[in-house]
Structure formats: structure tokens, C-alpha cells
């Protein structure tokens, strides 16, 4: 008899703290997985129970509109445009003219051609007034021309005949410029000795070859038109 009765007392207490237990683990449970869960749905809160963490019951304050301003903004300024100088190009310095230097003057079919001493570039009167009465017989406006200079190679050096050639085009070209051809019309070629002289014409020259645009052609005057009848 004593037996079942401890037995039974053993049971009941036993089952008393079963009872006790499963809401405080069911609700330990819930809380560690989500503590905005609940058992039966997922949008019930769980009421506060003590030993939680309190909720958070405060709502933020809306956030104020930006006002809507009434008027148009003014305009923007626009900082004045940035004006760079425009240079003109310097002249060439004008060419060496020496009474006493070696040359002579060839009139070509379509130019001239120019001689020079042996390693100079200067220009004599004879060669300086040829040049500036060429540029004069042609229209400039129309006229292009081409400076072919020529020089003796040199064996050993072959860029000494190229320098000395580059001289003398850029003494005809001043002497091209000052008597009034704009530069883009002149077209200067340094050959040194890179093209032998035909027969007969010496190395140390200068061929200028002149070329004349055609006028353009003046537009067609239209008709007047005819008067109606009344």
C-alpha cells in the first residue's frame, strides 16, 4: 500500500512539473528561433511575458516634405567665353643677297631654275630679281609654286647636301614672300643629291616650277521673268 502510494505521488508531481515546463520551453523555443513569431501564424506577436526584452512600441516621426519652392530658380551664369590670342606667324627673315655670290638664272617652260656657288645658299641681284619678277607676273591669288633645291652629295655624308639644299629653297621662299606670295602657296622640296642633274646643269640649283588655277567660272546671270499677260 505504501508503495503505490509513493508511486502515485511520484507520478503526480511528476506530471505537475511536465505541465509546468512546456509553456516556459515552448515559449524559450520561440523566442530563440523568432521573437516576432507565434505557433499559430507568422503575423501574431507573442504577448510580453516578464524576463523579455520590453518591445519597442514607438513609431518614428514622419519625415517633413521638402518644400516646393514657388518660384522659378534664376538662371545660371555662364562664365564669358575664353578668348585666346591669335598670333601671326613672324615673317622669314629675308634672304642673303651678295653682289659678289656665284649664280645664274635659267628660264624654264614653266619657271625658273637658279644656280648657286659650291656650298652657298646665298642669293646674287641677278637671281634675288628674277625671283621677285616671277612672283609679280602671275596672279598670287591663283598661283602656286613648287621650290625643287638641289644640292652636290656627298659621298660620306649624304644629310650635309640635304641640309645645304634645305638653305637655298627656304632663301627663295623668302624671296617669294616678300615680294607678296602668301606662304601656303609655296611648296619647298629639299632633295640634296638624291636626283642627278640632267646633262649639262650643274647640282647646286634651285627649280621653281609656276602653276595657274583656271578663273572660276562666273555664275550664269537668270533670265528676268516674263511678265504675265493682264
Given at each position: 500500500m505504501r508503495t503505490f502510494t509513493n508511486r502515485f505521488a511520484?507520478?503526480?508531481a511528476t506530471a505537475a512539473l511536465l505541465a509546468c515546463l512546456a509553456p516556459c520551453g515552448g515559449r524559450a523555443e520561440t523566442r530563440n528561433r523568432d521573437p516576432?513569431?507565434?505557433r499559430n501564424g507568422p503575423h501574431q506577436t507573442l504577448p510580453w511575458l516578464p524576463g523579455?526584452?520590453?518591445?519597442?512600441t514607438s513609431t518614428a516621426a514622419p519625415s517633413a516634405m521638402p518644400a516646393v519652392p514657388t518660384q522659378a530658380p534664376p538662371p545660371p551664369v555662364l562664365p564669358p567665353p575664353l578668348v585666346v590670342p591669335?598670333?601671326?606667324p613672324e615673317p622669314p627673315l629675308p634672304p642673303t643677297v651678295l653682289p659678289d655670290a656665284a649664280g645664274g638664272v635659267d628660264h624654264l617652260k614653266d619657271g625658273l631654275r637658279l644656280t648657286f656657288g659650291a656650298g652657298s645658299a646665298d642669293l646674287n641681284p641677278e637671281t634675288d630679281g628674277a625671283i621677285r619678277a616671277l612672283a609679280r607676273s602671275e596672279p598670287p591669288d591663283?598661283?602656286?609654286?613648287s621650290v625643287a633645291a638641289h644640292a652636290l652629295p656627298t659621298p660620306d655624308d649624304p644629310s650635309t647636301a640635304r641640309r645645304l639644299s634645305l638653305s637655298r629653297a627656304l632663301a627663295v621662299r623668302a624671296a617669294l614672300i616678300e615680294s607678296g606670295i602668301a606662304s601656303p602657296h609655296i611648296y619647298v622640296r629639299a632633295l640634296g643629291g638624291s636626283e642627278p642633274p640632267p646633262p649639262g646643269v650643274?647640282?647646286?640649283?634651285?627649280?621653281?616650277v609656276v602653276t595657274v588655277a583656271s578663273p572660276a567660272a562666273a555664275p550664269a546671270q537668270a533670265a528676268p521673268p516674263e511678265k504675265a499677260a493682264p
Open positions: 511520484t507520478g503526480v516576432h513569431a507565434h523579455d526584452p520590453r518591445p519597442n591669335i598670333r601671326k591663283r598661283t602656286t609654286f650643274t647640282p647646286d640649283r634651285v627649280d621653281i
